[in-house]
């Protein structure tokens, strides 16, 4: 299947800074990717839908202004955790979507990035 | 209230043995999606039903859909220790392009 890798896969930042996660789109063009947050043993919380060339679309309740995403490449999206706290430790996926695999609806998950805010 | 709502919230089997996966959710649907997620690892899609399909089958996962009762289950046969995992179901609306995931059963298979 398609592979969508993220970097790092774990950091751990002071409260205050910043912090970039990288989601790349490996071997097909993703125009659209997806960030997700993760709680221990909780589902995945929609953060944002990421769209190549123009801004992200935030769900409700989550800052544009602290979760920074850029979506400059068909294979790249970026998040940024502004200002981190410690309340924004917390595992990040990212999700990409194939649509040029035939039918397929299928959406590809990253590894995620464990994030700590000490 | 919330889409995608597993049952149960853990499962925990001997090897050899079936396991079984419910998920319920509240909107329409174009498709529902199975995942499978390892302790602090990414998804792994598993399988996908689209609305107008009952039942599907993967190797020893097999799915299926009740649009009426608006539920979906998840079956995996001959159980292995390796199948020790979270699985998550997965609806897309009619509509949007989102993908909403439910709160997760957490299946154990002991040797």
């Known amino acids: 299947g398609a592979v969508v890798s993220q970097h790092p896969s774990r950091v751990i930042c002071k409260s205050g800074t910043s912090v970039k996660i990288e989601c790349r789109s490996l071997?097909?063009?993703?125009?659209?990717m997806f960030w997700y947050r993760q709680f221990p043993k909780k589902s995945l919380m929609l953060m944002a839908t990421s769209n190549e060339g123009s801004k992200a679309t935030y769900e409700q309740g989550v800052e544009k202004d602290k979760f920074l995403i850029n979506h400059a490449s068909l294979t790249l999206s970026t998040l940024t955790v502004t200002s981190a706290h410690p309340e924004d430790s917390s595992f990040y996926i990212c999700s990409a979507r194939d649509y040029g695999r035939g039918s397929t609806d299928t959406q590809y998950f990253g590894p995620g990035t464990r994030l700590t805010v000490l | 209230s919330q889409q995608g709502e597993e049952d149960p919230q853990a499962l925990s089997i001997q090897e050899g043995e079936n396991a079984t996966m419910n998920c319920s959710y509240k909107?329409?649907?174009?498709?529902l999606q199975w995942y499978r997620q390892n302790s602090g690892r990414g998804l792994v899609h598993l399988i996908l039903i689209r609305s107008n399909e009952r039942e599907k089958h993967s190797g020893r996962l097999r799915v299926t859909l009740d649009t009426s009762k608006k539920s979906s289950s998840l079956l995996i046969t001959a159980s292995r220790a390796a199948d020790t995992a979270s699985y998550f179901c997965?609806?897309?609306?009619?509509?949007?392009?989102?993908?909403?995931f439910g709160e997760g059963t957490q299946l154990t298979v002991n040797p």
């Open positions: 909107t329409s649907i174009n498709n």
């Open positions: 071997d097909f063009q993703a125009t659209t």
């Open positions: 997965a609806t897309r609306g009619t509509s949007g392009s989102r993908l909403t």
